[in-house]
């Protein structure tokens, strides 16, 4: 049973983040022949303000 933990920063769509979670319960499934009905996948969204690179927040960008 496969889990897939996802992190990336606010801001795309309702859509967007649908149409990643097909893929990549689509690719783990063909690479690990788990069923997808078995594979669970988690999308965390981190605020831009609680998210940093190179000493500034993502929201000073």
Excluded: C, D, W
């Amino acid at each position: 049973m496969p889990f897939v933990t996802i992190e990336l920063i606010e801001g795309r769509t309702e859509e967007q983040l649908k149409a990643m979670v097909a893929e990549v319960t689509e690719v783990v499934s063909r690479t690990t022949q788990a069923p997808k009905e078995n594979i669970h996948v988690f999308v965390e969204e981190l605020k831009k303000e609680r998210y940093a690179v190179n000493g500034k927040l993502k929201s000073e960008e």
